[in-house]
């Protein structure tokens, strides 16, 4: 996940209580998705209420077409404004999912080669270490960097704790970890590392001659028409922009709002806003082969190996995790691709089924001890969906 809250950099704002009441609001985008949708909206709305979050926002994709979104609960509790479907939301380490796809297009058209040292990207590389790791290694956290409370770079430390120093350049962002030793040696281990992508997001630069957003925008944004998708210290005044609360992990209805903070040091990382619609265009995307071929798709879905032959944890991949589970008596195994992440303020959720075809995305705007508190709604935000779908495909006649 991108960050933990921390409860000492609150500002002294006042507590508020969530509101009782749960105004709603939900776009059905397929008629024949009705009942599906209803329940759907039911299953997010108590949920809200069980983790103690001022709002939650959620959209599903089948076959490649939005088929609903919905929300329940407030944007802003103070100014009493709902949570509407078109709500942005801090998505923390699910941006590493968005970064991983701009990547898969780049290496889709021999842009970049995973796994060539790094250093022929980046002739000054600010830190010698770094010369002989791979994009591959970066993308999949083997490369041995640290994460934030590894990095012994003790200013970068104190500006990621901070967090009031906006960089404008994804180069300038190295240097709160440039002068920080790695964990181990390249491709020996695993260890999940934000600081890395950081970097993977600096070698894209240079692979590709162009400013990283530049990048995120033409490769995936753009393409995606994901209009509600960027940098937050882009889309600070957005008037879509969720308040994000401090709920004492989920644990409290009286809650206050984050101090304002800076994420740009860790952008590809963790320093995106967007909203459930836009990113269930992203696992549209993904099971797109005119977007991304088959065969890149396998590259980028397929954990990687360690040295031992074991699989990296949770099927880490290049961006994604993999993982197959067994989540419902009705359901049974399924596998998707998925990444979740942790801000200020803020939880998101991103998962892919390529089996069925479908992409579901959770937001909410608080925090919960437990990750999967938040992110297990998934799974019953998916059910009705994806048996409804089934009994649809079912009924349909095979031609002869």
Sequence with gaps: MAHKNKVSFLPFYQFDEIPKTSPTDQILYQENYTEAANKALDVITTHKVAINAPAISAAVSIDGKLVWAGASGWSDIENKTPVTTNTQFRIGSTAKALTGTALARMYDVKMIDLDKN????MKDLSNDAWKDITSRQLASHMAGLPHYKQNTDYVGLYK????STRYEDVEDSLSIFDSSELLFEPGTQFSYSTLGTVLLSAVMENAANMPYLEIMKKQVFDPLKMNATLAEFQGENSKNLAKFYWNNNGRSTQVRQWRDVDLSHRLAGGGFISTSSDLVKVG???????????????????PQKLPDGSETPDGYSLGWRVLTRNIDPEVGEITFANHGGVSRGA?????VLPEHNISVAININSNTKVFWDFGKVSMQVLKPFLLAKIAMEQRVPISQ
């Design 284 to 302: 549209n995307a993904f099971l797109d082969d005119e977007f991304i071929s088959a065969k890149t798709r396998g590259v980028f879905w397929t």
């Design 347 to 351: 939880q998101s959720w991103l998962m």
């Design 118 to 121: 790094i250093s022929s990207y």
């Design 160 to 163: 990621t704790l901070t967090l």
